[in-house]
Nanobody, 126 residues
Framework: QVQLVESGGGLVQAGGSLRLSCAASGRTLSTYGMGWFRQAPGKEREFVARINCITGSPYYADSVLGRFTISRDNAKNTVYLQMNSLKPDDTAVYYC???????????????????WGQGTQVTVSS
C-alpha cells in the first residue's frame, strides 16, 4: 500500500511558476512509475506527466511539453512537478499517482495507476 500526499498548489498569475510535490509513505517510490494528472471542473481527468523512478525517464503530455518538468528524489521518496509559463488552461486539481509497472509505456490513463493522492488545487489567473 502506498500513501501519496500532494502539496504546493496555489494561485498564480499567468506566466508564473509553481512546484508541486508528491510525498509517499508505505512503500518506496524507487520501483514505481509515478504520474501526474489533472482535472478541471466539468472535465475528465487528464494525463500530464510520468516518470520511471528507476531510470528517471520522463514522459509528457503535448500540452505541457517544454513548460513542465517531472523529477524524483528517491532518497526523499518524493516526486515533483515543476510548472513554468503557466496558463489559465492549466487551472485544475492536480493529482499524483503510482503505477507498480515502472517500465510500462503508454500509461496515460488513470486506470493504469493503483494509488492516488488527494489532489492539490492550482489556479492560474489571466
Amino acid at each position: 500500500q502506498v500513501q501519496l500526499v500532494e502539496s504546493g498548489g496555489g494561485l498564480v498569475q499567468a506566466g508564473g511558476s509553481l512546484r508541486l510535490s508528491c510525498a509517499a509513505s508505505g512503500r518506496t517510490l524507487s520501483t514505481y512509475g509515478m504520474g501526474w494528472f489533472r482535472q478541471a471542473p466539468g472535465k475528465e481527468r487528464e494525463f500530464v506527466a510520468r516518470i520511471n523512478c528507476i531510470t528517471g525517464s520522463p514522459y509528457y503530455a503535448d500540452s505541457v511539453l517544454g513548460r513542465f518538468t517531472i523529477s524524483r528524489d528517491n532518497a526523499k521518496n518524493t516526486v515533483y512537478l515543476q510548472m513554468n509559463s503557466l496558463k489559465p488552461d492549466d487551472t485544475a486539481v492536480y493529482y499524483c499517482a503510482a503505477d507498480p509497472n515502472p517500465y510500462a509505456t503508454g500509461r496515460v490513463y488513470h486506470t493504469d495507476y493503483d494509488y492516488w493522492g488527494q489532489g492539490t488545487q492550482v489556479t492560474v489567473s489571466s
